[in-house]
Each structure stands twice: as structure tokens, then as C-alpha cells.
């Protein structure tokens, strides 16, 4: 701790330390919580558990380095949204009502999607700050990112999500909307993360601060779009596990 001498420093330390108390509950609650749906939708919440699991590992490796006062390594967020974020995608289309014959066709292609989305971020997120291959990466990344939108909303997912009624179509659609707003703080992080990018330099960002929004930034986002996110897959799995008649022991 001697070494955190700055308020930006404290927040980003405390900002990895309720990750990584938020990621591992969340990740023994989903555990315990697949009793509550019936077998057809456990695939889901053990999706959430995975992902709770993963990133709880990660964040404390990211904790450590940061108090450590190493050198920064993004690689354990990035291993950790390559390994996360095509599971976030796979436990929608898992509770989204797809017809059977179109699940797997439809896991896949968002799945690579997330993949790519994931890995051509990367290079930017490591160039040099204002370069132009920063600037590439992020507008490459946006195409799959983009893809995903458009299949939540457009595509076989939103057409599905589009034929659910009552409770189930509400929390459904709300739960595209989380996605939507959890994974819209990663690109904006991003740039602001970036103290030569145009919107850094609109608000005036020091290097530092930018610094501390983007990791602030992308833990926000990941504390939402994980453990947040999990909770309305589990209560939509309990709420089509109790349409079907399921009944815990």
C-alpha cells in the first residue's frame, strides 16, 4: 500500500478489490443457484458461474500487479474477456427461446464474433497513445461489436427475444439493454484510457487520469456485464424453469 501515494491510485486499487470480492460470491452463488432451474437451462448459470470464476481469477492477478507496483499488464484482462465474453453471448442465446435447430449456428457465430472483437482490441490497447494503430484497432474491433449489436436486435436472437410475451419477454429485453449499456462503456473507456485519443483531449485529460478512468472504467463495466449480468440470466432460467412446471426438490 505504500506505494498507492495518489487519489488515483486508491481508486483504482479499491475499484480491483471489490472486483475481485464481486466476481468470487457471484461466482459461488451461480454454484449453488443451478438447483433453482430445471436441467434445460443449467448450461446458463453454470455459464455465469464460469465466467465469475475466470474473471475472479483475473482480477487478482491484476490487484496484485497493481499493488505490487509492477508493470502494468493488460494481457490478464484481456485473457480474461477472450475467455469471458463469447460465454456472456452463449448463456443469451442458451435462455433466448432460438429454436433448437438454430442454437448452435447462432452460439458460434457470436461467439467468434466476441473472439475477434477481443483480439484485433488488443494491439490497439498496447500501441503507442494517439498512434495511428490505436486508432485502427479500436475502429477494427468495432465491426464484430457492431455484429453482435445487430444480432441482439436484429438478427435470429432479436427475433427471438421480439416473440417472448409477459415476464419472460420483459426481463429478455432488458437484458439485451444491460448488454447494450455494459458494453458501451468499453469502447468510450477506451479512447478516454487513451490521453493523446480526441475524446481525452476534449475533456482535458492528463495521463493519469486517463490512466484511472479506463481501468476504473473497464471494472465498472466488467462488475455489470458479469455478476449483474448473471443475475438476470438466472432470474430469467428460474422464470421459464417455472413456466415449464419445474419445482425444486
Same mark, same amino acid.
Given at each position: ?11 483504482? @486499487? ?15 452463488? /451461480?454454484? &449453488? ?5 430445471? %436441467? ?7 455459464? !455465469? ?7 475472479? /481469477?483475473? /482480477?487478482?492477478?491484476?490487484?496484485? =500487479?497493481?499493488?505490487?507496483?509492477? $508493470? ?16 456472456? &453471448?452463449?448463456?443469451?442465446?442458451? &435462455?433466448? +427461446? ?30 503507442? %497513445? ?13 465491426? %464484430? ?9 436484429? +438478427? ?16 429478455? =429485453?432488458?437484458?439485451? @439493454? ?8 468499453? $469502447?468510450?473507456? /477506451? ?14 485529460? !492528463? ?12 471494472? &465498472? ?29
Amino acid at each position: 500500500m505504500e506505494k498507492l501515494v495518489t487519489s488515483n491510485d486508491q481508486l483504482v @486499487y479499491n475499484a480491483f478489490s471489490f472486483a475481485v470480492a464481486a466476481m468470487a460470491i457471484s461466482f459461488v452463488y /451461480y454454484l &449453488v443457484s443451478r438447483s433453482r432451474v430445471s %436441467p434445460a437451462y443449467r448450461s446458463a448459470v453454470t455459464m !455465469s458461474a464460469m465466467i465469475c470464476g475466470i474473471a475472479a /481469477y483475473h /482480477y487478482w492477478r491484476m490487484f496484485n =500487479n497493481f499493488s505490487d507496483g509492477a $508493470p502494468w499488464n493488460e494481457g490478464y484482462r484481456y485473457a480474461d474477456w477472450l475467455l469471458t465474453v463469447p460465454l456472456l &453471448v452463449a448463456e443469451l442465446v442458451a &435462455v433466448s +427461446g432460438i429454436a433448437k435447430d438454430k442454437v448452435k449456428g447462432v452460439t458460434t457465430k457470436l461467439a467468434v464474433a466476441a473472439v475477434l472483437m477481443i483480439a484485433f482490441g488488443y494491439p490497439g490497447e498496447i500501441a503507442e %497513445p494517439g498512434s495511428s494503430a490505436s486508432m485502427m484497432w479500436w475502429a477494427i474491433a468495432m465491426v %464484430p461489436f457492431l455484429y453482435i449489436l445487430w444480432e441482439l436486435f436484429a +438478427g435470429e436472437v432479436g427475433k427471438a427475444l421480439k416473440g417472448q410475451s409477459g415476464e419472460i419477454g420483459k426481463k429478455l =429485453n432488458n437484458l439485451r @439493454y444491460v448488454l447494450l449499456v455494459t458494453w458501451s462503456v468499453y $469502447p468510450i473507456a /477506451y479512447l478516454l484510457g487513451d490521453s493523446e485519443s480526441f475524446l481525452a483531449k476534449a475533456f482535458d485529460l !492528463s495521463a493519469g487520469d486517463s490512466s484511472t478512468l479506463i481501468q476504473v472504467g473497464y471494472t &465498472v463495466a466488467d462488475v455489470l456485464a458479469k455478476p449483474g449480468y448473471g443475475l438476470l440470466i438466472l432470474g430469467i432460467a428460474i422464470a421459464r424453469s417455472e413456466a415449464e412446471g419445474y419445482r425444486q426438490a
